[in-house]
């Protein structure tokens, strides 16, 4: 971003042009640092000296980098080769790709108000550890499936994905605010919803990344066929360069090794998820605990 200034006028001398630079920097330096101060308000880090809130943010935090590029890559899996083999046009696969990923969305909607009913009876460790171990395996399922799948085993996977990420996110995000007094869980909240809308961040990012790792590795070189090349052909050959089946059939196999990559990164890191949900131990609510702590201080004191 850059701010206009007088010293970006042609008729400023050398000196005025020092002058403005010099004020904006500074303008710009206290505006960082008020926003700094800012940020380190609103970021409680002692929170994270209580386990359950660090292991529940962790969590969090990882298993959102491991749900996020992962849709955005079905999409494109859907989009780009699945639907048009399958005489979807182009012009329509937005809407069927969408309509295609729905067992994903069912899932979650099932098992995520049922997993935060039991979590509050039982805890948050053991859904939200097998929500996450559950993904994990859907992942690692994933990786099986070729490029032109069969859409049933597709739609059974999406929906044991979809149950699994509904497992994790109640219970979580339950454990994160039963771990931190009353007082202190709207900030608690904000910090989960920020590492959490991160991991979206930096899961678009690291995705396709590691997918066009993978299409580098393995993809045609003389796939690209510029306008000339086109017109040069045929009208037949051209009209089948540029169909549903040309293009599609020539990527499922890259796009497949691009894809084994990602859903092995995917898995992993829920297992790590599954790890650091495991590691908030057992079932934690901050005012029990600070009620046992004073009881057990006032049995000590009259025994004394």
């Given at each position: ?24 920097n500074t303008t710009f330096g206290i505006l960082m640092a008020t926003i700094n101060s800012s940020i380190v308000a609103m970021f409680h880090l002692d929170l994270f000296r209580t386990r359950a ?252």
């Amino acid at each position: 971003m850059r701010v206009a200034t007088p010293g970006d006028r042609p008729d400023t001398t050398q000196g005025d042009r020092y002058r403005w630079t010099a004020l904006t920097n500074t303008t710009f330096g206290i505006l960082m640092a008020t926003i700094n101060s800012s940020i380190v308000a609103m970021f409680h880090l002692d929170l994270f000296r209580t386990r359950a809130f660090a292991a529940g943010n962790l969590a969090g935090l990882l298993s959102s980098i491991a749900r996020g590029g992962l849709q955005f890559m079905m999409i494109i899996w859907l989009q780009g080769i699945w639907l048009p083999l399958h005489g979807y046009s182009f012009e329509s696969t937005p809407l069927w790709a969408g309509i295609y990923l729905l067992p994903l969305t069912v899932g979650f909607l099932v098992a995520g108000p049922v997993s935060g009913w039991l979590s509050d009876r039982f805890g948050a460790r053991p859904f939200a550890t097998g929500g996450m171990l559950l993904a994990a395996g859907s992942f690692g399922l994933m990786e099986l499936l070729p490029a032109d799948f069969s859409y049933p085993v597709f739609a059974l996977l999406l929906l044991v994905n979809g149950i699994g990420s509904g497992l994790f996110t109640a219970p979580n995000a339950a454990g994160i605010m039963n771990a931190v007094p009353a007082a202190e869980r709207g900030v608690a909240s904000g910090m989960g919803a920020t590492f959490q809308n991160s991991g979206f961040v930096l899961s678009i990012g690291l995705f396709f990344s590691l997918m066009i790792a993978g299409l580098a590795g393995s993809l045609p070189q003389t796939m690209l066929l510029g306008p000339q090349v086109l017109g040069s052909l045929p009208p037949g050959k051209a009209a089948f360069l540029t169909g549903q089946s040309y293009f599609p059939g020539l990527i499922s196999g890259p796009f497949g090794h691009g894809l084994r990559i990602v859903f092995t990164v995917a898995a992993a890191l829920c297992v790590i998820a599954a790890l650091a949900s495991w590691m908030r131990g057992g079932r934690y609510v901050h005012a029990e605990q600070e009620d046992a702590t004073m009881l057990s201080e006032a049995e000590e004191s009259m025994s004394a």
